[in-house]
């Protein structure tokens, strides 16, 4: 009985640092950039699009399907910034749990 109380007041704190994990990554900023700099996202760590940079000098009609192409890399880039924060916040997190390897969470 005492093992099932020390888990239960193990899975309490875990719910509370995964909520302020959450919170962190609503707060935490990244930034992704393609084109050498010519397209930049800004976004939060749980992927919230904050907002993006494009270097007047790509607007040209022919440079069109460029432009496209920059912007999704520049997501793609501050989307694994993002994830990459909070793959080391869980591993703080969970430091210590009994947690299977490769196990992820839903946030």
Known sequence: ???????M??????Q?????MQAEAAAHVVEGT???GMVT????????L??????????KPDDAEIVEDLIVAAHADARRKGEDFMQQKMS???AGLPIPPGMKFPF
């Open 1 to 7: 009985m005492k093992d099932l109380m020390g888990m």
């Open 9 to 14: 007041k193990k899975a309490q704190e875990f």
């Open 16 to 20: 509370q640092r995964a909520q302020e």
């Open 34 to 36: 393609a084109g050498a």
């Open 41 to 48: 996202v800004t976004m939060t760590a749980k992927g919230d």
């Open 50 to 59: 904050q907002g993006l940079k494009i270097d007047p000098s790509l607007f």
């Open 92 to 94: 703080e997190m969970t």
